[in-house]
């Protein structure tokens, strides 16, 4: 589609917004329409929905005249209107996603069963699980949820898109992160497969958004997301998102983007309590089939406050250094473990430069090989390691250190943590190599 018809189409439907028109008359007939094309004299335009084709199509209501209007004011040219269809009669869109494909997306673990609720997180726990019981229900849409780095936002999202596909599996989810909408964006335009993309998405029955503050400074992706969000919205998709910040405080964000976020609901999670950080640790222990003391439980809840990636963290780093001495988990233990890193003498400027430039001196890398798209392994390990690093050592969100190593998305580096983590449990050299390399970049 070239340029030239979606700006026509964009100006023409701002008079359409003119128009003595009602709200819900815009969200049904004329928000789903997506330009296609001009061919010969004619304005080609497309609705995914027969019923909605039908409705355009006739002339007692005269939208067809209307729309010829204001696309002749818009583009100073008279041109005939022609719809057509761009889906199957259900209103599913092809290419067919499947249903299994979307969930791959979705981390297992992330269940609403796993998530522990206390003071910090109950509201957001209680309109995550509303939504999905029954998102019609829930007037939640979209539903918005804040809060700062690892405080159990994208586990809520993945856990409304496992709740909504065990009660029916034929709904449609999608998860992404916003990097990754920008991303397959560009890509969609570079190829000429804009209409893929915008298929893909507007035919979701659930859109999970994670970090989407992130599109905030990126005009065509805020634009896109926009139309994206104004067609699931008018077919009651929902649609849920995370940030960082409540909408009115994301800088640069288009303020029609804020106002629609305040159409929903925005709940926030706020740092966990002494007592939820105890019951989260426990949880996990349990869940890792490891028996941790007590006194060991409370010493790791009371030193690691601010989030709860860091509090899995601490746990796992005691474990696993207890398997590797003694064999038992003490206080003494988690004391030890735990000194340098969180009794206020945290280095304050460890920066990604530094441990891509660490990890690379170690492996004989260069930060361009490391920041390649090569996967072989000789680059790939190092570049999971120095991962790995930036997501224990700094509070850069995943797709942060996605984008920092050679744009790569969000799950690439949840797997490389995850993998790094347990090859750690399995190979002492390994976690002898990672606490070294830790110390140097520290600077001790
Ligand atoms: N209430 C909770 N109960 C159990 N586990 C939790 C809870 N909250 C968070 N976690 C765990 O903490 C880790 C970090 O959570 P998550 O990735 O959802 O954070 P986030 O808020 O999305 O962070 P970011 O902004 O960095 O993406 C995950 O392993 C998650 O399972």
């Known amino acids: 589609m070239s340029t030239d018809v979606k700006t026509l189409w964009d100006d023409a439907f701002q008079l359409i917004l003119e128009e003595n028109l009602y709200e819900s008359q815009i969200n049904t007939w004329f928000r789903p329409i997506q330009p296609i094309a001009i061919r010969d004299d004619a304005l080609i335009l497309g609705v995914s929905r027969e019923f909605v084709l039908n409705h355009l199509k006739k002339n007692n209501n005269n939208y067809k005249n209307l729309i010829r209007r204001v696309v002749k ?12 269809l761009t889906a199957d009669g259900e209103g599913r869109a092809m290419p067919a996603e499947n249903a299994a494909e979307s969930l791959s997306h979705l981390n297992p673990k992330y269940t609403f069963d796993s998530f522990v609720v206390g003071q910090s997180n109950q509201f957001a726990h209680a309109a995550s699980l509303a939504v999905a019981e029954n998102p019609i229900e829930a007037h939640a849409n979209p539903l918005f949820i804040y809060g700062g780095v690892g405080l159990g936002k994208t586990h809520l999202m993945h856990a409304i898109g496992h709740f909504m596909h065990r009660n029916d599996p034929n709904k449609r989810i999608l998860y992404v992160t916003s990097e990754q909408f920008t991303n397959e964006f560009i890509a969609s335009i570079q190829t000429n497969r804009n209409e893929e993309f915008r298929r893909k998405y507007r035919s979701q029955d659930l859109l999970l958004i994670d970090d989407i503050q992130f599109i905030a400074d990126k005009e065509s992706t805020m634009d896109e997301f926009f139309h994206t969000f104004n067609e699931l919205h008018a077919r009651d998709k929902q649609i849920v998102l995370t940030s960082d910040k409540p909408p009115k405080d994301i800088q640069k964000l ?3 983007l804020i106002s629609r976020f305040a159409w929903g609901l925005v709940v926030d999670i706020q740092a966990p309590d002494l007592e939820t950080r105890i019951a989260i640790l426990r949880n996990k222990a349990e869940s890792d089939g490891f028996d941790v003391p007590d006194e060991v439980i409370n010493y790791i809840a009371t030193h690691v406050k601010s989030n709860i990636r860091e509090l899995e963290g601490a746990l796992s780093r005691v474990t696993a250094y207890s398997k590797l001495t003694t064999g038992v988990i003490t206080e003494e233990t988690a004391a030890t473990v735990l000194k340098d890193i969180y009794e206020n003498n945290r280095p304050v400027a460890i920066t990604v430069e530094r ?8 492996y004989q890398l260069t930060v361009e090989q490391m920041d390649s798209k090569k996967r072989s392994r000789p680059l790939a390990y190092p570049r999971q390691i120095a991962m790995y690093l930036t997501r224990e050592l700094t509070d850069m969100s995943l797709p942060k250190i996605g984008q920092e190593f050679g744009g790569r998305d969000h799950s690439t580096v949840i797997h490389a943590c995850d993998k790094i983590k347990d090859d750690m449990e399995k190979d002492t050299n390994l976690y002898v190599t990672i606490e070294s390399l830790k110390e140097t970049i520290k600077g001790n």
């Open 355 to 362: 441990i891509k430039d660490v990890v690379c001196e170690k």
């Open 73 to 84: 004011e818009a583009g100073g040219r008279d041109l005939d209107i022609q719809f057509v």
């Open 254 to 256: 288009e303020q029609r």
